[in-house]
């Protein structure tokens, strides 16, 4: 089993950082920003999941819910979500996208960082998180044994998480000779990414060394990579400039992207556990 990254954690200084540059960009998250063709594909992965696991009526938890699109969209499907962030901002815009769809019973807004948890009570038969905000937990273990004592014996979680092997990325920024941006995933410890003239202070895991975290109380049901062959969100003008080439590599990510060694792989993984 692989080892955490040894480090002190984020300060509260760097999680405040981290806030900002999420309040920065609430209000257009929704755009390219955070919800373009590719950040779409992978989360309909993700709800395709959760479906799978969890029924229709199921309490869940969502860690990092950003603008609601998630919480929403679940709710829709006969859920019950209490959504949770960081930023005060994403929480505003959680609840008005919740009452503007009809679905504000169901949705339950919080301003609630993964790193305050313990503050959080009632049972939950699912916890989920996308695109990454456990990325920026100041201790995994914590968030670990506080999904253990929220979730019922049974109950699932379900990760989207940013790895630390992303072929597309290495090779863009490497062509570039921007090498160090081209290896940030491999460091250890918390890295400063730069959002909006902001910073995220972000850690990237292996999918196995993520699951070490919470492996005491959740047997692992499984991962796979997603954007492996396709690129990264952010790339997403080579996605319109040849939607059809790129929906094909999509069908492979698809098909392949849960075979070991690739499934290490990719922009995000998605790993899902189950509460022992």
Known sequence: ME???SSGGLDEAQLKETQKAFDSVAADYDGPRGNNELIQRMRGTMWKTLGGLLPSGSRLLDLG????????????????????DWSP??????????AAEGVGSKVSAVHLGVQQLDQLGGRFDGVYSNFGPLNCAPDLRTVANECARLVRAGGSLVFSVMGRICPWEVGH??????????????ARGARSVGMN??????YYYMPREFYAAFEEH??????????????????????????GWYERLGRMDDRLGG????????DHFLIVMRRR
């Open 3 to 5: 080892r955490l990254p």
């Open 259 to 266: 075979l070991p060694w690739l499934r290490d792989m990719g």
């Open 173 to 186: 920024y490497a062509v570039r000779r921007r090498f160090g941006r081209a290896g940030i995933r491999f």
């Open 65 to 84: 819910c950003g603008t609601g699109l998630d919480a929403v969209e679940l709710a829709r499907h006969g859920y019950e979500v209490v959504a949770s």
């Open 89 to 98: 901002e994403m929480v505003e815009r959680t609840r008005t996208r919740a």
């Open 218 to 243: 959740f047997e692992l049901g499984g991962y796979r990579a997603l954007s492996l062959f396709l690129p990264p969100p952010y790339m997403v003008d080579r996605y319109r400039r040849r939607p």
């Open 197 to 202: 003239g902001h910073t995220i202070w972000t």
